[in-house]
């Protein structure tokens, strides 16, 4: 083996063997991103015994999944200005301590708003060491098939990550919910010990000018988030309570509130999260429309199969659990075959082609609103689900920032990652309220279908735009 640098302040040269310390980076690296990749699964399949435990609805029970999705996807912007301003090392370590805490509280309580809290936080924790992780295998691993095999492998970890929670999860919850919470805490601790000696401490972090103020834009952060867990309580609240009711209608309105607010900061801050610039670039906002619906239908779907073939016939969590596999897999399967797909199709052809799937599979899913049978009413839904991901979600990621300075990259990165993860929050909730206390899932499934109709309009519109290109070179953004 060659040597590398013990501060990994230069990586090895593109020719050379990689290190144990550069096998032991990733391995801390690609493991965190395997736990966060757990943890959005693994609640799918724990969620009915979690919420019969706790006395919960569907509708409360939900919160066990979009909880995740709101602190990653309401704090991911707020994440990356962490990073920036505190310093990779810093905000990974004290991140890998966080959640392994919020995992044990979380299997330890017996209140369900304590549980859904750590949600949140494991999805905030979640969203500061996902990309900064991938940000330190682009500093330390050297250019070339060196790094993208160190990125081929970190992929791969979190593409397995969903297939590896449901198995888990079925496994798990088979003896008790908690453990299903719990188990990443030892884990995410080995891990820390690993990461104290392994983790580079990287570039110095962004310093303003003396006597100018940090600016982490803090009041953009808590609107965003505040934002999303209102709006969901107001959807989820509706069955019970009726639109006009104060516990309906309040948190709907607190949440437009809030969104208003979002707005006024991000246009005075002198470093907002959110850069206006951005949403006018069609190319960016078409990725994110795509990515949002496919994953909004994806987890929307699981939702109420996961509830109706436990609750409704009776399935015990393991069975659950394969019986939802082949709605996982493609995703270690996409790792594997994106670069060679894009590379002979294009994105166009593959996020509209990959789009076809859920629109049919969600369709199907409206034949039989109460399954009975699960290969002709379950499996091949989920599968065209999976096909959708296989052929659209890498090309989705790579068409994001395809028409982007490399300057905004990073921004455009976090926001469009934002979309993906509120489009989990905002469908399920609302799937679980179309659903609840109702003899079939028709509603919902509705609801899905229009999720998925929108994400191939999206993929259209970008197949579309790309032959105007084609004949109009001169044409831009």
Same mark, same amino acid.
């Given at each position: 083996?060659?040597? *590398?640098?013990?501060?990994?302040?230069?990586?090895?040269?593109?020719?050379?063997?990689?290190?144990?310390?550069?096998?032991?980076?990733?391995?801390?690296?690609?493991?965190?991103?395997?736990?966060?990749?757990?943890?959005?699964?693994?609640?799918?399949?724990?969620?009915?015994?979690?919420?019969?435990?706790?006395?919960?609805?569907?509708?409360?029970?939900?919160?066990?999944?979009?909880?995740?999705?709101?602190?990653?996807?309401?704090?991911?912007?707020?994440?990356?200005?962490?990073?920036?301003?505190?310093?990779?090392?810093?905000?990974?370590?004290?991140?890998?301590?966080?959640?392994?805490?919020?995992?044990?509280?979380?299997?330890?309580?017996?209140? #369900?708003?304590?549980?859904?809290?750590?949600?949140?936080?494991?999805?905030?924790?979640?969203?500061?060491?996902?990309?900064?992780?991938?940000?330190?295998?682009?500093?330390?691993?050297?250019?070339?098939?060196?790094?993208?095999?160190?990125?081929?492998?970190?992929?791969?970890?979190?593409?397995?990550?969903?297939?590896?929670?449901?198995?888990?999860?079925?496994?798990?919850?088979?003896?008790?919910?908690?453990?299903?919470?719990?188990?990443?805490?030892?884990?995410?601790?080995?891990?820390?010990?690993?990461?104290?000696?392994?983790?580079?401490?990287?570039?110095? #972090?962004?310093?303003?000018?003396?006597?100018?103020?940090?600016?982490?834009?803090?009041?953009?952060?808590?609107?965003?988030?505040?934002?999303?867990?209102?709006?969901?309580?107001?959807?989820?609240?509706?069955?019970?309570?009726?639109?006009?009711?104060?516990?309906?209608?309040?948190?709907?309105?607190?949440?437009?509130?809030?969104?208003?607010?979002?707005?006024?900061?991000?246009?005075?801050?002198?470093?907002?999260?959110?850069?206006?610039?951005?949403?006018?670039?069609?190319?960016?906002?078409?990725?994110?429309?795509?990515?949002?619906?496919?994953?909004?239908?994806?987890?929307?779907?699981?939702?109420?199969?996961?509830?109706?073939?436990?609750?409704?016939?009776?399935?015990? #969590?393991?069975? *659950?659990?394969?019986?939802?596999?082949?709605?996982?897999?493609?995703?270690?399967?996409?790792?594997?075959?994106?670069?060679?797909?894009?590379?002979?199709?294009? *994105?166009?052809?593959?996020?509209?082609?990959?789009?076809?799937?859920?629109?049919?599979?969600?369709?199907?899913?409206?034949?039989?609103?109460?399954?009975?049978?699960?290969?002709?009413?379950?499996?091949?839904?989920?599968?065209?689900?999976?096909?959708?991901?296989?052929?659209?979600?890498?090309?989705?990621?790579?068409?994001?920032?395809?028409?982007?300075?490399?300057?905004?990259?990073?921004?455009?990165?976090?926001?469009?990652?934002?979309?993906?993860?509120?489009?989990?929050?905002?469908?399920?909730?609302?799937?679980?309220?179309?659903?609840?206390?109702?003899?079939?899932?028709?509603?919902?499934?509705?609801?899905?279908?229009?999720?998925?109709?929108?994400?191939?309009?999206?993929?259209?519109?970008?197949?579309?735009?790309?032959?105007?290109?084609?004949?109009?070179?001169?044409?831009?953004?």
């Amino acid at each position: 083996m060659t040597r *590398t640098q013990d501060s990994f302040g230069s990586p090895p040269a593109a020719g050379e063997r990689w290190s144990p310390r550069l096998w032991g980076l990733l391995f801390v690296l690609a493991g965190n991103m395997l736990i966060d990749a757990l943890e959005v699964s693994a609640m799918i399949v724990a969620m009915p015994a979690a919420g019969k435990a706790l006395d919960l609805s569907l509708t409360g029970a939900q919160w066990l999944i979009t909880g995740f999705a709101v602190g990653f996807g309401g704090l991911i912007l707020f994440g990356g200005r962490l990073v920036e301003l505190l310093g990779r090392r810093r905000v990974y370590l004290w991140a890998l301590l966080g959640f392994a805490a919020a995992s044990l509280a979380g299997g330890l309580t017996d209140e #369900p708003a304590v549980l859904v809290a750590t949600r949140i936080l494991k999805g905030f924790f979640a969203a500061l060491t996902a990309p900064t992780g991938l940000a330190i295998i682009a500093s330390e691993f050297p250019a070339g098939r060196s790094r993208e095999r160190a990125v081929s492998v970190y992929t791969l970890f979190g593409g397995s990550g969903f297939a590896a929670g449901l198995v888990l999860s079925g496994l798990l919850t088979a003896v008790s919910w908690r453990w299903t919470v719990a188990f990443p805490a030892p884990i995410v601790l080995v891990l820390f010990a690993f990461a104290v000696r392994l983790i580079p401490r990287g570039p110095a #972090p962004s310093a303003p000018p003396p006597g100018t103020p940090r600016h982490f834009d803090v009041p953009g952060a808590l609107a965003l988030t505040g934002a999303l867990v209102c709006l969901v309580q107001g959807i989820v609240s509706v069955p019970a309570h009726g639109w006009l009711d104060a516990r309906a209608a309040g948190p709907l309105t607190l949440a437009v509130v809030l969104g208003a607010l979002l707005v006024a900061a991000e246009r005075t801050a002198p470093r907002p999260l959110i850069q206006g610039r951005l949403l006018r670039n069609r190319t960016l906002l078409r990725s994110m429309a795509g990515a949002a619906a496919l994953n909004g239908v994806n987890l929307g779907l699981l939702l109420i199969l996961t509830a109706r073939l436990q609750t409704g016939l009776g399935w015990s #969590p393991p069975r *659950t659990a394969l019986a939802l596999l082949p709605a996982s897999v493609p995703l270690a399967v996409t790792a594997l075959l994106s670069r060679k797909l894009i590379a002979r199709y294009g *994105t166009a052809r593959l996020i509209t082609l990959g789009a076809l799937g859920p629109v049919l599979g969600a369709a199907l899913c409206l034949r039989h609103p109460v399954p009975e049978r699960y290969v002709t009413d379950v499996l091949p839904a989920l599968l065209l689900v999976g096909a959708g991901f296989v052929l659209a979600f890498a090309a989705l990621n790579t068409q994001a920032t395809s028409r982007l300075a490399a300057v905004d990259r990073a921004a455009a990165v976090g926001l469009y990652q934002s979309a993906v993860q509120i489009a989990a929050v905002v469908v399920p909730a609302l799937a679980a309220a179309l659903a609840v206390g109702r003899s079939d899932d028709r509603a919902a499934f509705l609801l899905v279908t229009a999720v998925a109709v929108a994400g191939l309009l999206a993929g259209l519109s970008g197949l579309r735009d790309g032959r105007a290109r084609v004949e109009k070179p001169s044409r831009g953004e």
